[in-house]
């Protein structure tokens, strides 16, 4: 799987757009992007999945560059709830058990 | 909406002494799996499960830990014999099936050994 870097630690003030980067320069052809959270030590949650069009759900937005060499996620009105370590994974859709290989992602801060 | 399950939330034992823990993954899914997170740390990944066997293992995941799922509903985690580095966070987590879906994590067992 590809790897990713993503910014330590980032701040967001509340109702605004918080916009999570996470490069993955070496991602190969049939590799997805996945985006996961990780709100205080809970069980990490999925948020969104890509291969190269843009992707909107409830949660969020994933904006894939036309490279694929970077993608960023964007939750479009930060809440104090969306604090949380925000992970960007790279990985085939096929083969062996679908594991998820977690990097130390990003530590969003929502403030007032 | 369904969730994964885990029991219990907490656990503390001895160091030696065996743990299992429990989990109740979401009714309608095929694959399952645990991973751990020591605290501060990364979440790692320990196993993968589908059809009533182990599809991957990590290194971490050496003859001390089994899984198994006894019935229809449960899916387990035992560690034989406990050591003061198996302490973290175990989450279980499970998917549907097909390539693309999500997997949905429980909230997690805090296993303590002392």
């Known amino acids: 799987d590809a790897k990713t870097t993503q910014p330590p630690s980032m701040d967001c003030a509340e109702g605004r757009a918080a916009n999570l980067p996470c490069n993955h320069s070496t991602i190969s052809g049939n590799e997805y992007v996945y985006w996961y959270r990780q709100i205080h030590s809970q069980g990490p949650q999925y948020i969104i999945h890509?291969?190269?069009n843009n992707e909107t759900n409830e949660m969020a937005s994933l904006i894939i560059t036309e490279d694929r060499k970077s993608s960023t996620l964007i939750l479009p009105h930060a809440t104090l709830r969306d604090t949380a370590v925000y992970y960007c994974?790279?990985?085939?859709?096929?083969?062996?058990?679908?594991?998820?290989?977690f990097g130390t992602g990003t530590q969003l801060k929502v403030e007032l | 909406e369904p969730e994964v399950t885990q029991t219990p939330s907490h656990q503390v034992t001895q160091m030696g002494q065996e743990v299992i823990l429990r989990c109740v993954p979401i009714?309608?899914?095929?694959?399952f799996y645990w991973y751990r997170q020591i605290l501060g740390q990364k979440v790692e990944f320990l196993v993968s499960f589908y059809n009533n066997e182990i599809s991957e293992k990590s290194e971490i995941f050496d003859d001390q830990f089994s899984v198994e799922r006894p019935d229809g509903s449960n899916f387990t985690l035992k560690i034989r014999s406990t050591k003061l580095e198996d302490s973290a966070m175990y989450f279980c987590?499970?998917?549907?099936?097909?390539?693309?879906?999500?997997?949905?994590f429980g909230p997690g067992t805090r296993l303590t050994v002392l």
């Open positions: 890509g291969l190269k």
């Open positions: 987590a499970s998917r549907f099936r097909g390539d693309y879906n999500e997997q949905f």
């Open positions: 009714s309608n899914h095929l694959y």
């Open positions: 994974i790279v990985r085939v859709a096929t083969g062996g058990g679908n594991k998820l290989t």
